[in-house]
């Protein structure tokens, strides 16, 4: 396999990993036909940006902001520890995972597969979900708060009733995870459509086939120091650093 195929095989495995394969029209909603257009790999890995480098290896993604533009909701100390510790703990964990699965392959000892499974599962989650998180908030391209336009707001509007509604799920969602884990906002690929989703820790409770679009942290690490056990409080506040336009950007990919 060439490097470059091998970039592109890794890119793809990792878009997976999030639950993005194939773009099925998302923009009108339409359901999956024999016809439909796969996207390349390059088209996929843009849905995860800064998730894989172009040497196909796992990184921790550049923000695009300041650590304290995102003070409305989330503390600059908080967003430091977040981003470069935590975060980095799970490209880490994800790549020590796979490394421990290749030496079982190499040595045909498979003792411990269920736990390396288990480990690469959950750092996965967390850097792949970490990236949507860190992409779906700050400033820049078209700012922060505010309320979605165009097509997203249309699939919103036609799968939840209003966009009201569908902020309302999307934080009851994110209180009523059971210990750590997000509110998640994704596109299902089989049934165009846009679904409000949990994810227990990391990779449980939530669904395959779907594409994280934004998604929220309700792990502690991610507002104690402000909020301390408050979770109501952050998520409350939360609306006011998604920036809708990337939000928008990546559900527009899909289509």
């Known amino acids: 396999m060439t490097d470059l195929n091998r970039r592109d095989f890794l890119a793809t495995g990792a878009v997976a ?12 909603g339409s359901r999956a036909h024999a016809d439909a257009p796969i996207h390349t790999p390059a088209m996929l890995r843009a849905l995860f940006p800064g998730a894989v480098n172009e040497q196909g290896e796992y990184t921790l993604p550049e923000l695009k902001y300041e650590y304290g533009d995102v003070d409305d909701a989330i503390d600059e100390q908080t967003m430091m520890l977040h981003h470069s510790r935590h975060h980095q703990g799970y490209v880490n964990g994800l790549k020590n995972a796979e490394e ?22 959950f750092h996965g989650g967390g850097h792949f979900l970490h990236t949507v998180f860190w992409d779906c908030i700050g400033p820049g391209d078209g700012g922060m708060g505010g309320e979605p336009e165009g097509p997203l707001m249309d699939a919103i509007e036609r799968d939840f009733g209003s966009y009201d509604k569908m902020m309302a799920h999307f934080a009851a ?52 120091l402000r909020y301390q056990n408050n979770r109501g409080a952050y998520v409350e506040a939360f609306p006011k650093v998604i920036n809708w336009h990337r939000v928008a950007r990546r559900f527009e990919m899909l289509g």
């Open 17 to 28: 990993a999030g639950g993005a394969a194939i773009g099925l029209g998302a923009m009108g």
């Open 100 to 121: 421990k699965l290749a030496e079982a392959r190499e040595s045909g000892d498979f003792a411990l597969v269920q736990h390396w499974s288990r480990q690469s599962s």
């Open 173 to 224: 969602a994110s209180n009523a995870v059971e210990g750590s884990g997000w509110g998640i906002l994704a596109y299902s690929l089989a049934a165009g459509k846009l679904v409000i989703l949990q994810a227990q820790n990391q990779q449980l409770l939530s669904q395959w086939g779907i594409v994280p679009l934004m998604c929220n942290d309700v792990w502690e690490h991610a507002y104690y």
